[in-house]
């Protein structure tokens, strides 16, 4: 081998074994650009929109008040979404369904609301008109999923986000108590939280490189049936 060929697969060689380096050096540090915190998306609105929506369905059936429960409907059929299952990490199971059916749907919020609406027909045929208006459904929007953590307990999942796109993290609660949301990246460090006073949170933050995020709500009072949201 001449001494220029040489010296050649000697600069490969070198490159080629710097190449590892470089890649565990980019993940270390913060998973966070601070500056982009509260950089928004399509899918960082869907899931505002969204948490939005079940708090105005909370009030109308706290209100008894169709029209409320109409309009968290329709936020949320225009905000779309599909079922997800996250991957658990925390070692507790997750408590009973407190209610067998969903009642944060937009067909059981109008469901509730043509019952409140007493025979009202502008306010029936509103619901009509929103349940046959067209939905994101399940080929697009925030993927969700419903679980309940035990009082007192706390539930962690891991979650993949992409490196340079917004992202958003959302939990909503049924109200019987107090949830926290916190947001660690990879190497353990606090991207996001929201404390209190409700159960009802958004954490937004933009990660500088695509990796795994650990998702943690815990729950500071009795148990409590939640749906956790992410874009």
Same mark, same amino acid.
Request: proline share 5%.
């Given at each position: 081998?001449?001494?220029?060929?040489?010296?050649?697969a000697?600069a490969?060689?070198s490159a080629?074994?710097?190449?590892?380096?470089?890649?565990?050096?980019?993940?270390?540090?913060?998973?966070?650009? /601070?500056a982009? @915190?509260?950089?928004? *998306?399509? !899918?960082?609105?869907a899931?505002?929109?969204?948490?939005? $929506?079940? &708090? %105005? +369905?909370?009030?109308?059936?706290?209100?008894?008040?169709?029209?409320a429960?109409?309009?968290?409907?329709?936020?949320?059929?225009?905000?779309?979404?599909?079922?997800?299952?996250?991957?658990r990490?925390?070692k507790?199971? /997750?408590?009973d @369904?407190?209610?067998? *059916?969903? !009642?944060?749907?937009?067909?059981?919020?109008?469901?509730? $609301?043509? &019952? %409140? +609406?007493?025979?009202?027909?502008?306010?029936?045929?509103?619901?009509?008109?929103?349940a046959?208006?067209?939905?994101?459904?399940?080929?697009?929007?925030?993927?969700s999923?419903r679980?309940?953590?035990?009082?007192?307990?706390?539930?962690?999942?891991?979650?993949?986000?992409? !490196?340079?796109?917004?992202?958003?993290?959302?939990?909503?609660?049924?109200g019987?108590?107090?949830?926290?949301?916190?947001?660690y990246?990879?190497?353990?460090?606090?991207?996001?939280?929201?404390?209190?006073?409700?159960?009802d949170?958004?954490?937004?933050?933009?990660?500088?490189?695509?990796?795994?995020?650990?998702?943690?709500?815990v729950?500071?009072?009795?148990?409590?049936?939640?749906?956790?949201?992410?874009?």
């Amino acid at each position: 081998m001449s001494r220029r060929n040489t010296l050649s697969a000697l600069a490969l060689a070198s490159a080629l074994c710097a190449m590892p380096l470089a890649a565990s050096a980019k993940n270390k540090g913060s998973n966070a650009d /601070p500056a982009k @915190a509260q950089a928004v *998306s399509a !899918g960082t609105q869907a899931v505002e929109a969204i948490r939005t $929506a079940d &708090a %105005l +369905a909370r009030y109308g059936d706290a209100k008894k008040d169709p029209l409320a429960l109409i309009t968290a409907a329709k936020i949320k059929k225009e905000a779309g979404g599909q079922a997800a299952t996250f991957e658990r990490v925390s070692k507790n199971k /997750p408590g009973d @369904a407190k209610s067998p *059916s969903d !009642g944060a749907t937009p067909e059981a919020m109008l469901d509730r $609301a043509k &019952a %409140l +609406a007493a025979g009202r027909a502008d306010l029936i045929a509103l619901a009509d008109d929103v349940a046959k208006s067209g939905s994101r459904g399940a080929v697009g929007g925030p993927k969700s999923t419903r679980t309940v953590v035990r009082g007192g307990d706390t539930d962690q999942f891991r979650i993949k986000f992409e !490196g340079g796109e917004p992202a958003a993290v959302g939990i909503s609660g049924d109200g019987d108590s107090r949830l926290d949301l916190y947001v660690y990246d990879e190497n353990g460090n606090q991207v996001c939280s929201r404390v209190g006073p409700g159960d009802d949170a958004v954490c937004r933050f933009q990660p500088r490189w695509t990796g795994p995020f650990i998702v943690r709500v815990v729950n500071r009072g009795m148990a409590n049936e939640y749906r956790l949201l992410t874009n």
